[in-house]
Structures are given as structure tokens and as C-alpha cells.
């Protein structure tokens, strides 16, 4: 990577990761993207992420894809933290660490002596990010925490779909990915707060709390407006309970097509329908079904080309829903450089790149550590361990390398 390709906001900051699965990692991987030095601890076989990769464990170049969608730019210190002297090299990492990340479960960290409270006693001003299922403490805080579980829980599946007849999941690990960045903002606020009072902070978020702010406006209207879950039933073409029709999902001859806030006359003009005419002066909330099936009548007998004519003549606002083989040529996409080809143990692939830019730049750093332990020593030797202390350790099975002193 070119020197002027990469991030500099977050240089100097240290920052340990005992995370896995996707929140934390993700979590983590926003802060590296930003140049922070982020050291991933993980267990002598490797995390979590580098044995699954989907139901089929997808890999490129033996790496798995799971692990490269949350672990870019970091480097690797494997370890057995239950062995009796794992403590005393944390925290001699901790001393010089600004940022310390998990999401083991609730009181797993602080049964192994990592608590914020223990953490805090080695170095007080430490930034101590943790990320759980459902919160720290709380009457829920031992149930798996798992980002479809979460979105039942958050009331965004039941929002997602008629939750009479058919309640939807989002396709894809929303909240996981959403609480990660909810975390990452956290602990740059604690850290902001820090470089202002030398203070350092707990930052807790969790999945249901990543579920629930994804829903900040739909939640807001549904207590204002003093509803009970029969709002929710509707035509299932529409994509959201709270606005009216024809906000959705409609098929065409061809293709499917997002119809988003329309005028009723505009959109009867554009269609050349008279029984949408008819529906003139219609109230397209409180008559959401009706106008709804009414929309999806008329464009299911036109194909997509003809709509998209009819449509922007009119200005209507509309779109093909696309799937992934359409979004890697979208020119847009392409514009912005948000997917980018990296290439593993020579074999290639495509990731999503971090997804702001600075100055009209975005880093395009995709580096990995290709094995657990990959960095080790180097760490080690950087936090002030002399090369005895670090032999010791590997010989003792405390820590793990893969490569020798400087290859990682």
C-alpha cells in the first residue's frame, strides 16, 4: 500500500481486540481502517471467524471470507488466556494500550481478571469498549446473543414484514454490523473525552440496543401515535407500516421495482390509469391496501422498460432492486470505489471497502493476518518484553507464534 493511501485520523492510538463473531470485530475494524493499531488477541487456534465462513466455510486462499469481512488491517497476538501467567502479559499490554474492545458474554472477561475494574487499577485512564446481547447486567444478559435473536427481540422483524401473517428478518447480520459501528462511535466520543479531561470511560452497547436505534423513527411514531401491533398488519407489497402507500415492493413483467413516496395524481398520470384516477382523494394511509393493491395490479402488466420511460418523464421516485451481481457493476458503486478486489495467497476476491471518505479519499489498506499468532513477537517486543521474556513465553505455551521476529 502507498503511503498517501492510508488513513491517518486515529495514528498512535492502540487499540486491544478480544473480539469475535461480527459485532466486535466489526467494531474494531473501523478503528483499523483509521490507521489505529489494532492487535487482535486471539486463542492459540485463532478466532472464531477463521473457521466459519458461512454454512460452506467459504475461503480465499485459505483464509476465510467471515474473518476478512471483520479483521482487515489488524495484527495477531494469539494466547491462552486462562494459563496462570496470560495476566501478567495483558497487562503489560494494557499499560500502553488507549482502547481495550470485547464481547465476551456478561462476566466471562471479568471471571478471567480482564474487568474494567482490573483494567482500570493498570491503567486509569483506558478506554474499555464492551459489546454484549442484550446489556452488561439486566434480566436477559446470559441469552445467546445472536443478531437474529436480537432482531426478534428489537421488534425489527415484527416491523419488517405483517406481523399478523408473515414477520421478515432483515437477509443480512444488520444488527451485528450496526452495534459494531454504535461501539466504534462510542469509544471515539470516550476517546475525544479523554484527550479533553485525561479520563478514561466504560462504553457499553449491545445488539438489542443496535436493533432498537435502527429503529429510532419508526419507534418514535409508533408511541406517539399511541398504536398497537394491528398497525402493523398491511398489503404485504408495502415496506413500511408508518408510511403510506405506495412505499414498497412491486413486481413488474420483468423485474421487481421500489416505489418510494409518490404523488397519487403524479403517479396516475405517469401509469395512464383510471382506476388509479378513481382513486383520487383517497387517504393513501388509512386506505394503504387498497391503493397499494391496486398499484401492483397495473405495473405487474408492464414490463420494467416501460415504467422506468413512463416514470421518469413524470419524476417519480422509483428503483430496480438489484441484487449483488447487479451492485458490483452499479456505476455508482463503482464511482465511489466502495467494493474493492483484494488478493489473498494469490487467489482474489472482493470486499466492501470502509465506508466513508476523508478529503474525498477513502484508505484502501486490506491487509490480514494470515495465521493467529502472525504478530506476536513483534508485539511483544514493541510493548518492552526483551527477546528471554518473549522465548519464555512461546516456550511455555503463554503466547503463540506463527512467524518468527519481524516476518509479520
Not at 84 to 104: G, H, M, S, T, W
Request: aromatic share 8%; proline share 4%; net charge negative.
Amino acid at each position: 500500500m502507498n503511503q498517501e493511501d492510508k488513513l491517518d485520523l486515529l495514528s498512535g492510538v492502540k487499540v486491544l481486540d478480544f473480539t469475535h463473531y461480527l459485532q466486535g470485530p466489526a467494531c474494531s475494524q473501523y478503528l483499523a481502517d483509521m490507521s489505529a493499531d489494532v492487535i487482535k488477541i486471539e486463542p492459540p487456534n485463532g478466532a472464531f471467524e477463521r473457521h466459519w465462513g458461512g454454512a460452506n466455510t467459504i475461503r480465499v486462499g485459505g483464509l476465510s471470507a467471515f474473518f476478512m469481512a471483520g479483521n482487515r488491517n489488524k495484527r495477531s497476538l494469539a494466547i491462552d488466556l486462562k494459563h496462570p501467567d496470560a495476566k501478567e502479559v495483558i497487562f503489560r499490554l494494557v499499560k500502553q494500550a488507549d482502547v481495550v474492545v470485547q464481547n465476551f458474554r456478561p462476566g466471562v472477561f471479568e471471571r478471567l481478571g480482564f474487568g474494567f475494574d482490573a483494567l482500570r487499577k493498570v491503567r486509569p485512564e483506558i478506554i474499555y469498549a464492551s459489546a454484549s446481547g442484550y446489556g452488561p447486567d439486566g434480566p436477559y444478559k446470559n441469552l445467546p446473543g445472536q443478531d437474529l435473536l436480537a432482531q426478534a427481540m428489537s421488534g425489527l422483524v415484527a416491523a419488517s414484514g405483517n406481523y399478523k401473517e408473515n414477520p421478515v428478518p432483515a437477509g443480512v447480520s444488520l444488527v451485528d454490523q450496526h452495534g459494531g459501528t454504535l461501539l466504534a462511535l462510542g469509544i471515539l466520543g470516550a476517546y475525544i473525552r479523554r484527550l479533553r479531561t485525561g479520563q478514561g470511560c466504560r462504553v457499553d452497547t449491545s445488539l438489542l440496543a443496535s436493533g432498537m436505534d435502527l429503529q429510532s423513527e419508526s419507534l418514535a411514531l409508533y408511541f406517539a401515535g399511541r398504536h398497537d401491533r394491528r398497525v402493523m398488519e398491511r398489503d404485504g407489497h408495502l415496506a413500511c407500516w408508518h408510511i403510506e402507500a405506495p412505499y414498497g415492493i412491486y413486481q413488474s413483467k420483468d423485474s421487481f421495482l421500489a416505489l418510494s413516496l409518490n404523488d397519487p395524481e403524479k403517479l396516475a398520470e405517469a401509469l395512464d390509469s383510471e382506476e388509479l384516477r378513481s382513486l383520487k382523494g383517497v387517504n393513501c394511509y388509512e386506505q394503504r391496501d387498497l391503493y397499494a393493491s391496486t398499484v401492483a395490479k397495473i405495473v405487474a402488466a408492464r414490463t420494467f422498460a416501460e415504467l422506468s420511460e413512463a416514470f421518469d418523464k413524470a419524476g417519480v421516485w422509483y428503483g430496480r432492486v438489484q441484487d449483488y451481481d447487479d451492485l458490483r457493476n452499479n456505476p455508482q458503486v463503482r464511482h465511489n470505489r466502495a467494493l474493492i478486489d483484494v488478493s489473498v495467497n494469490g487467489e482474489s476476491t472482493t470486499l466492501v471497502a470502509h465506508p466513508i471518505t476523508y478529503d474525498g479519499e477513502v484508505g484502501r489498506d486490506f491487509g490480514f493476518a494470515r495465521t493467529p499468532g502472525q504478530n506476536t513477537v513483534d508485539v511483544l517486543e514493541e510493548a518492552g518484553f526483551s527477546s528471554g521474556e518473549v522465548h519464555s513465553l512461546l516456550a511455555q505455551e503463554v503466547v503463540f507464534s506463527s512467524t518468527q521476529a519481524g516476518e509479520g
